[in-house]
């Protein structure tokens, strides 16, 4: 993240009205309770604003967000955040996000994008980091580079999961049809290494912990990932906003949206304290390898702003190549609808 951008987090003006705006939301009863005055907590506690955030707490990219929880980064921007863990799918989720039963979620920009373009009243505020996705093959099999997948089978968790999506964009990008020049089966994502000991799979795409996991525990060779390139600065993790909400109620979207990129810096600069708040989530990772899978994330990255809208545009350009989205949508005025620069 350029942090002498306008749009950075880190502009002096922004910074000053964010401040202002958060102590509205929070009025002048969570200032009282900093001092430990009696009953003072439980009228700071009546004074923040409640909402439904909806993420995966199994992915450890979302681990800004049980660290804005722990951290008090929603308290501090007057918020009483209720965590929802959603396990269903992607329409699913952008469903209730729409329609209220959720106010704002967290996930895969490369997942969102389709059923976006099916017209959700969904907006993205925030890109929230990159990294996280993996392609794996074994060191026996000599596959070091995409282009040795020509040919071969590729598992993965589901057909239209980012990692697939984002391989499938990147072969394309180097010549190799996505659809008849490399196979794909799909898993459940527990048994993608079984598939490739195997060999039923040359390699496996899926992201983090479990790839990462899968990639120490059976020595397996990272073919690539998904900071190569021009993807070194590109986010894949991001925060949708339901529609109403940030049209009726602009401060809520606004604190949101800065309590997760405070959550997210700051998460950058301790992932080892980040990993230990998210390790409930990951029982099959130890704190040490959530920390070092944070660690080889882009955290610092969470654009804002044009950035951000840039950055949509471009994913969208990505899947029309790959026939996830239509071809004649417009990418730019996909990503003017689909995102709100509520930080603005």
Request: net charge neutral; glycine share 8%; proline share 4%.
């Amino acid at each position: 993240m350029n942090h002498n951008d306008d749009t950075s987090l880190a502009h002096p003006a922004r910074r000053a009205w964010l401040r202002k705006t958060a102590w509205s939301a929070g009025g002048i009863a969570l200032a009282s309770a900093s001092f430990g005055l009696p009953g003072t907590r439980a009228a700071a506690d009546e004074a923040l604003k409640p909402l439904k955030l909806s993420w995966n707490a199994g992915g450890i990219c979302t681990a800004p967000v049980p660290v804005a929880v722990k951290q008090g980064f929603f308290r501090k921007h007057g918020l009483d955040v209720e965590l929802i863990n959603f396990a269903g799918s992607t329409d699913q989720l952008l469903e209730a996000i729409a329609t209220g039963k959720s106010d704002a979620g967290v996930g895969m920009a490369l997942r969102w994008i389709k059923p976006l373009e099916q017209g959700f009243d969904v907006k993205l505020t925030a890109g929230i980091h990159g990294g996280c996705m993996r392609i794996l093959a074994t060191k026996q099999s000599g596959i070091v580079d995409l282009q040795g997948l020509k040919g071969r089978t590729i598992g993965v968790s589901d057909m239209a999961s980012p990692a697939k999506n984002f391989f499938a964009i990147t072969f394309k990008k180097i010549n190799i049809d996505p659809e008849n020049d490399v196979h794909w089966r799909q898993y459940p994502a527990p048994l993608l290494g079984e598939a490739l000991k195997k060999g039923e799979v040359q390699a496996i795409a899926d992201g983090d912990p479990t790839i990462w996991t899968l990639r120490e525990s059976d020595h397996l060779n990272e073919v690539s990932n998904n900071l190569c390139g021009e993807y070194a600065s590109r986010v894949c993790c991001v925060l949708g906003v339901r529609g109403t909400l940030v049209r009726k109620d602009r401060a809520t979207a606004q604190a949101l949206t800065q309590a997760l990129l405070e959550a997210t810096e700051w998460t950058a600069d301790h992932p080892e304290e980040a990993a230990a708040i998210f390790a409930p989530n990951a029982p099959s990772a130890n704190v040490s390898q959530l920390a070092a899978m944070l660690k080889s994330h882009t955290h610092h990255h969470h654009p804002v702003g044009d950035a951000f809208r840039k950055e949509i545009a471009l994913y969208a350009d990505d899947l029309k190549t790959v026939g996830v989205i239509n071809a004649g949508t417009d990418s730019g005025r996909f990503a003017n609808r689909v995102f709100s620069d509520v930080l603005a």
